[in-house]
């Protein structure tokens, strides 16, 4: 699982307009995400890298992940439109 608050992702489409693609996938990421075992493994690697890294490269990371995603097949939602999380129990918590 990963986690980005609101700002970070607005500063990221500000600074970079590409990001536009993602804001669908992640407004979608709200119901939780399946995605194919094809895509977790292509995603994996990017994870594991992620934990450890630091500066550009946490941030180029990111980029292919969020590439990767988005061309992988759609992904199942996994709960019902009418489910509204409550992010404040689990947004303090950085990745682990």
Same mark, same amino acid.
């Given at each position: 699982?990963?986690?980005? *608050? ?7 489409? @500000?600074?970079?307009? @590409? ?29 594991? *890298? ?23 097949? @759609? ?5 019902? @439109?009418?489910?509204?999380?409550d992010p404040a129990r689990y947004t303090e918590t950085r990745m682990?």
């Open positions: 699982m990963l986690q980005f *608050d609101t700002d970070f992702v607005v500063r990221a489409i @500000e600074a970079f307009p @590409e990001f536009r693609r993602i804001t669908h996938l992640l407004e979608a990421s709200g119901s939780g995400l399946l995605f194919s075992p094809a895509t977790g493994e292509a995603v994996a690697p990017i994870l594991r *890298d992620m934990l450890g890294a630091q500066g550009i490269r946490r941030v180029a990371l990111c980029v292919a992940l969020f590439d990767v995603l988005l061309h992988s097949a @759609e992904p199942v939602k996994l709960v019902s @439109e009418a489910y509204r999380a682990s």
